[in-house]
């Protein structure tokens, strides 16, 4: 287990990009996350089996010893699980019940309820039967879940939520509802990354420091105890089509897009994208996104690296390993508990941006035994 001194410093590791670096590279990585096992799947009251694109024993291994080791549950667009494992006392319990039974057959240290998002606002929020209307009782049951969760598997499992970075998503995390939630989990890994997303229509930085900030000072100001947070790390460039008389050349952040999604069904429209450093860069934008990678210039007020291409009207998003540094300060201004990124796989194959986050890891964790020091030789 990590020192109570020392950051908590998670990893994604997901199905998609299931690439662990040498052990040297990840040694000071204090707890990696599973992505994703299921949600519906603990709603089954005689479920025995449980499917993921792992096992813990492949995983534990390729981390240093204590290392915990979560399953990851639910993911964007895996609402409906939630949804009815929420509804009553006796749903709760039941996935509550078969959490345990998880933990217990796969040897996992723990589950992070990844749940997008309790209160609406989801993949599905324009749909009959789950607008956001329909899902306000969720944002009462999410807490009430979360401790039927804590009650099953105990003290010593932990629980983590992956939680909104958008204040207008944040509709289950207000002043009344994060006591409670408080009181079931251990932290919080709060997406400060696609902060800019299909549903707007103006460009800004998708995991920028400024906006970061915003997120991370809604949780606290509703109540999240800092050492319960964590600050989200993107290891992935976005791309927005901007529209074709937005006045981009004057000012690249804040100029319009395109529609981006359907206003009536909430469908991609495919005016907007990402992809990881570990995938192939599609041939369709292979030109645009030489060009980002060769003229991609840092804002200094917004805190975010982007390049707006005007040949092909597309504005990229992204941060560098020297962005990730400067938005880890974060923690250290906020008194934050810890960092993960999303994910560990998709900075394959140079790990450049997992390097940068383990020199800032270091860094803060020095400076955290220093003034701890420093506080123990004034008693």
Request: proline share 5%.
């Amino acid at each position: 287990m990590a020192k109570a001194s020392t950051l908590r410093y998670i990893m994604y590791l997901t199905g998609q990009h299931n690439v662990v670096p040498e052990l040297p590279v990840v040694a000071n990585v204090t707890e990696v996350a599973l992505a994703f096992m299921r949600s519906d799947i603990f709603n089954n009251p005689t479920q025995s089996k449980w499917p993921l694109f792992t096992t813990i024993d492949e995983v534990r291994p390729k981390f240093a010893e204590g290392t915990i080791i979560q399953v990851a549950v639910g993911g964007w667009g895996d609402t409906n699980g939630f949804s009815t494992a929420a509804k009553t006392e006796e749903s709760r319990k039941l996935f509550a019940r078969n959490v345990k039974a998880m933990l217990d057959a796969t040897g996992a240290d723990g589950i992070d309820v990844d749940w997008e998002y309790p209160g609406g606002n989801g993949e599905d929020y324009k749909k009959a039967g789950h607008r956001n209307s329909d899902k306000a009782w969720e944002i009462d049951a999410y807490p009430k879940l979360l401790a039927e969760i804590r009650a099953a598997i105990g003290p010593d499992k932990t629980i983590s939520a992956a939680v909104p970075g958008l204040p207008r998503d944040m509709l289950a995390f207000t002043t009344l509802t994060i006591p409670s939630i408080i009181a079931s989990v251990d932290y919080l890994n709060i997406m400060t990354y696609d902060l800019f997303n299909r549903r707007d229509n103006a460009t800004k930085h998708h995991t920028g420091l400024q906006l970061s900030l915003e997120a991370i000072d809604a949780y606290l100001a509703a109540g999240v105890p800092p050492e319960k947070a964590n600050l989200g790390l993107a290891f992935y460039i976005k791309w927005y089509k901007t529209a074709e008389n937005a006045t981009c050349d004057v000012n690249p952040i804040g100029c319009a897009t395109e529609l981006m999604e359907d206003p009536v069904s909430g469908a991609d429209l495919g005016k907007a994208g990402a992809f990881s450093w570990h995938d192939s860069v599609p041939k369709d934008l292979s030109a645009s996104y030489e060009r980002a990678m060769e003229k991609g210039v840092y804002d200094e007020v917004g805190g975010g690296h982007y390049y707006w291409d005007e040949e092909e009207r597309l504005f990229w998003s992204w941060d560098t390993p020297d962005a990730i540094k400067r938005k880890m300060q974060i923690m250290t201004e906020k008194g934050l508990g810890g960092v993960f990124a999303w994910g560990l796989g998709e900075d394959a194959p140079k790990f450049e941006h997992l390097k940068a986050s383990n020199e800032m890891v270091d860094a803060l964790n020095e400076k955290r035994q220093e003034q701890s020091s420093e506080g123990r030789s004034e008693l």
